[in-house]
C-alpha cells in the first residue's frame, strides 16, 4: 500500500477550505465559524511570522472585528493614527491628510495603527471559538482537482512528511502574491504601472524622540523618496526608495541601513528588528472566481503601501465573500450569487490602488500633477485629503437604489448598543417608526424568511441618516454595505424581494 492510500479513502469533507491563515484567511474563518460553516486553514508555516510586515487597518477593519467578536481584543493593541502628510526636500507641506480624531460613522476611529503579529494572534486566538473550524499548521497544499459537487485538496503535513487530502465545496486562496490558487486558476494579473524597489526598516527606539512625531511622514523627493511611520509602542518604520544603480542586498547592511537613517536618528536611538527589501507593484487578478477556487487579499491585488490600504481591502474580501458563501451553502442563495463577488471588490480595491499609485508619483516626484491641485505645486496652500469611501458596484439591488452601495454608519441605539451587535453577521432594515408601524405582515414575514433583523428604533443617529438619504427604509447586508432603499411600503417589498 503506498504511504497516503489510508489518507485517500478516508478524505475529510468541508464546505469551504482556506489556503493560508495571514490575516485575511484568518478574518474568513472567523466569519465563516460565525456563520457555522464547516472550514479548514491550511497554513504552510508553523507559527505566527514574528515581525512586522502590514502596519495601518481602518474604521471597517475595526467594524469587521466587532462583527467576530474581537474588537474589544483589539483596541488595547493599536495606536490611533492623527494622520499623514507630505512634504518636499525643503520642508514645504504639499498634502495634507490628517484624520478626525474622534469616533466616526463607523462608530470607530478612521485610523490604526498596529504590530501584525498582535493582530494574527487576537485573530487566531478568535478561532479557537468555532466548533466548524480547523487550523492546520505546517501544510503545504500542492495540488488541486475537480471531484464530484467539489474540489479536492493535496496537501502535505511538513512535520511528518505525509500526504493527505481533503474535499471541499470551495477553496479561497489566501496564500498571498504568489499564490498557488491563483497559479492554478491560470490567469494573469492585470499591471496597473507601479513597480519600484524599497527598503523597509523597522525598528524600535532605544531612548524617547517625541520630535519624530505621531504623523506619517511622505518625504517627496526626486534624489531619494522616503515614509516615515510611527507604529505602536517604541515601534517605528521607515520606508526608503532602492535608487536603479544600486545594489539592493548591500543596502541592507547595518551600517548602511543606518547611513540611511541619518537624517531622522542614530544607532543610539533605535535598535534595527527588521531590515527588508521589497518590490512595491500594483496589480489586479483579472479573475478573482473560477468555479469552485476563489481568490482573495494580496492573491487578489496588489497595492503599494502609500495608502496603508493592502491589508483593509483583503479584510473588505473576507466581509463581502464570508456571507455570500454561507448563503450559497446553506441553499438561501444559487451559485451565481459568488459572481457578484470579483463584479464588486474588483472595481472597489481598484480606485484604492488607483490613488495609492498617483499618491507614489508624488512621492517620487514623477508625476506630481496627478496628485496636486494646480495651485499646491508652484508654492501655493498645500492641499487637504480625505479618506476616501468608494461605493460598490450595484450588483445586488432593489427598491429605490439611490443610496446603494454606500457603506452604511453604525448608528447607537436606543438601549445603548451599536448597530452591528444587535444585528450581527446579517441583513439589517433600518426602518423609521411610523414605517414599521403601517409594515403588514406580510412583509414582516418575508425579512424574517430572508433572514433580516428589522431596527426601529428612534434614535437621533439613526434617524439623521434615513432622513439624509431621503429614505424611510434602508436594507443593510451583512458587510454592512447598502442593499437600497424604500421610500414607501411598496418599494420595502421590492428590497426584501431582492435579498
Known sequence: MAPNDASRKSTEQVEVAIVGC???????????????????????????????????????????????????AMQPLVHVSP???????????????????????????????????????VLRSGLVRWPTVRVRLRTEVFAVEEAAA????????????????????????????????????GRPMEDLGFHERWLVIDAILRRPRPDLGDYSIQHCSARRPATYVRGTGDRRR???????????????LPAAVYALLQPWVTPEDVELERTALYTFHSALASVWRAERLLLAGDSAHLTPPFLGQGMCAGMRDAGNLAWKLARVLRGQADDGLLDTYQEERCPHVREYIELAVRLGGLINTKAMAAAL?????????????????????????????????????????????????????????????????????????LLAARDVVIVADETPEQQAWLQQTGAAAVLVRPDRYVLGAARSVQELDALAQAI
Open 150 to 185: 467539489g474540489v479536492e485538496v493535496a496537501y502535505e503535513d511538513l512535520a511528518t512528511a505525509c500526504l493527505g487530502r481533503l474535499r471541499a465545496n470551495y477553496v479561497v486562496g489566501c496564500d498571498g502574491a504568489r499564490s498557488l490558487i491563483r497559479r492554478l486558476i
Open 373 to 445: 491641485p494646480e495651485g499646491a505645486l508652484p508654492g501655493g496652500e498645500a492641499a487637504r485629503m480625505s479618506s476616501i469611501k468608494p461605493t460598490l458596484k450595484r450588483v445586488l439591488t432593489g427598491g429605490w437604489d439611490a443610496p446603494a452601495g454606500q457603506i452604511a454608519p453604525q448608528p447607537l441605539l436606543a438601549d445603548g448598543s451599536r448597530l452591528d451587535d444587535r444585528v450581527g453577521y446579517r441583513f439589517a432594515a433600518l426602518v423609521e417608526p411610523e414605517l414599521a408601524e403601517t409594515m403588514p405582515p406580510r412583509i414582516r414575514e
Open 83 to 121: 494622520g499623514m502628510k507630505f512634504i518636499d526636500d525643503n520642508g514645504r507641506l504639499l498634502l495634507d491628510w490628517s484624520r478626525p480624531q474622534g469616533i466616526g460613522p463607523q462608530a470607530w476611529h478612521t485610523s490604526y495603527r498596529f504590530h501584525q503579529p498582535d493582530l494574527e494572534r
Open 238 to 252: 521607515w520606508e526608503i526608495a532602492v535608487l536603479p544603480h544600486e545594489d539592493g542586498a548591500a543596502l541592507t
Open 22 to 72: 495571514g490575516p485575511v484567511g484568518a478574518m474568513l474563518a472567523n466569519l465563516l465559524g460565525l456563520q457555522g460553516i464547516s472550514c479548514v486553514v491550511l497554513e504552510r508555516e508553523a507559527e505566527i511570522y514574528a515581525l512586522p510586515r502590514a502596519v495601518h487597518f481602518d474604521d471597517e477593519v475595526m467594524r469587521l472585528f466587532q462583527t467576530i467578536g474581537l474588537a474589544d
